[in-house]
């Protein structure tokens, strides 16, 4: 079993209860809300990925790191639940756990999420547009851009939506003209 395989099947348990118990609350929307706030503060900063999967590092320790950084800027029912995870030590699963909630809210509410990888950055004009052809394209009531800027590319864009990928990438271009070259 792969490792990514093996996080989603401890993840997604953990994503369905926090999902029933927030509905139970009915602070589905804060839960959200307060989960993709630290989804971004966890992908920002290494340092704090690093100490959350160190598993010799006391759990009071990552307690009141999570309390110091959290408490008071997110609901407590979603604080108590960071708690959890560290007494059951599955806090290093957090970004896993926050991933599968996303998608599975996503999934409750017709949202299409697509990842958008750009050379440069996008303006708000290019983002609805592309946000629009997405929902013809996907038949889907909301669409969720996750824009995410890559040099690498050298320009153009990549757009991830669900296993389809569009890859108008100058990069790509040249990979595909470079394999054509190879065989020929």
């Known amino acids: 079993m792969s490792n990514q395989n093996f996080k989603e099947k401890i993840a997604t348990p953990y994503a369905e209860a926090l999902i029933d118990h927030a509905q139970s609350l009915n602070l589905l929307t804060e839960a959200t809300k ?4 630290i989804s971004t503060i966890l992908s920002e900063s290494k340092d704090l990925q690093i100490l959350l999967q160190n598993p010799l590092i006391n759990g009071l320790i ?3 790191i999570l309390k110091q950084l959290f408490e ?3 609901n407590n029912f979603v604080m108590n639940f960071l708690l959890v ?3 059951r030590r599955r806090v290093s699963l957090l970004d896993s756990i926050i991933q599968k909630y996303l998608e599975l ?6 949202t299409t ?3 958008l990888y750009s050379a440069v950055d996008v303006t708000e004009l290019q983002q609805e547009s592309l946000v629009q052809k997405i929902k013809s394209m996907t038949n889907s009531n909301q669409v969720k851009l996750i824009i995410r800027k890559d040099a690498n590319l050298i320009g153009g864009f990549i757009i991830k939506i669900g296993s389809k990928i569009i890859d108008a990438s100058l990069a790509g ?3 595909r003209m470079s ?3 190879d065989t020929n």
């Open 34 to 37: 307060d989960l993709s706030s």
């Open 105 to 110: 809210i996503y999934f409750l509410e017709s």
């Open 72 to 74: 008071g800027q997110i």
């Open 62 to 64: 990552k307690k009141e």
């Open 85 to 87: 995870l560290v007494d």
């Open 179 to 181: 394999l054509y070259l």
């Open 173 to 175: 271009k040249l990979k």
């Open 113 to 115: 999420i697509a990842e």
